[in-house]
């Protein structure tokens, strides 16, 4: 099983970006997803999630500019993350869980300049 995130880079304040994280070897769509984030010095926090049925959640920090989203036929989760902040800093990573499992993606990392 693989989890492959990308799509993360350096951006100045108020800028764009759309992290993706494909994955292989599972049955996709039957995994509730999310993305997760830690920053230097800080622990690992849930950006956003979306369930199998399409059900999504944020964390307050994040809603209203980010959104997360999935394509089950392609095994593709998406964050659409925009108005970036210097504090969204962080490598953000991809979760794919069910009852029994969890699988982690490799991070990407997103930089936010002001």
């Known amino acids: 099983v693989q989890l492959q995130a990308s799509g993360g880079g350096l951006v100045q304040a108020g800028g764009s970006l759309r992290l993706s994280c494909a994955a292989s070897?599972?049955?996709?769509?039957?995994?509730?997803v999310a993305w997760y984030r830690q920053a230097p010095g800080k622990q690992r926090e849930l950006v956003a999630g979306?369930?199998?049925?399409?059900?999504?959640r944020y964390v307050d920090s994040v809603k209203g500019r980010f959104t997360i989203s999935r394509d089950n036929a392609k095994n593709t989760m998406y964050l659409q993350m925009n108005s970036l902040k210097p504090e969204d800093t962080a490598v953000y990573y991809c979760?794919?869980?069910?009852?029994?499992?969890?699988?982690w993606g490799q991070g990407t990392l997103v930089t936010v300049s002001s």
């Open positions: 979306i369930t199998r049925g399409a059900n999504t």
């Open positions: 979760k794919a869980e069910n009852l029994r499992i969890a699988y």
């Open positions: 070897r599972i049955i996709f769509s039957i995994y509730d």
